[in-house]
């Protein structure tokens, strides 16, 4: 079983930009395909960015696509998001999670139940 940590949220003024880490530990992250999501107060958890456990695809929501973007280490065990040209409407929990190889996750990847492991989350503020 994987842990997941992340790391790397606090306030940034619109336009800005910040990286997100998620640290894994128990397992080997190249086991697993990574996702990062987020939680806006009031509301659901939604997708935001995933990447295959090899590092060779990567899927984005369009709320985010051309600005943000993830990448992997396996060797330091370490998922990150970089987040650039942020904006008001990014503000949220942001958290990783982390779902085996294998199975039907390049076919459903944007969705809370095609993960089965997640880290406890890091709030990102974007000021207006």
């Known amino acids: 079983q994987v842990q997941l940590v992340e790391s790397g949220g606090g306030l940034v003024q619109a336009g800005g930009s910040l990286r997100l880490s998620c640290a894994a530990s128990?397992?080997?992250?190249?086991?697993?395909?990574m996702g990062w999501f987020r939680q806006a107060p009031g509301k659901e958890r939604e997708f935001v960015i995933a990447?295959?456990?090899?590092?060779?695809?990567?899927y984005y929501s369009d709320s985010v696509k051309g600005r943000f973007t993830i990448s992997r280490d396996n060797a330091k065990n370490t998922v990150y998001l970089q987040m650039n040209s942020l904006r008001p409407e990014d503000t949220a929990l942001y958290y990783c999670?982390?779902?085996?190889?294998?199975?039907?996750?390049?076919?459903?990847?944007?969705?809370?139940?095609?993960?089965?492991?997640w880290g406890q989350g890091t709030q990102v503020t974007v000021s207006s």
């Open positions: 990447i295959s456990g090899g590092g060779g695809s990567r």
């Open positions: 128990g397992r080997t992250l190249g086991s697993y395909h």
């Open positions: 999670a982390a779902e085996s190889m294998g199975g039907s996750w390049y076919a459903r990847n944007r969705q809370v139940s095609d993960y089965t492991y």
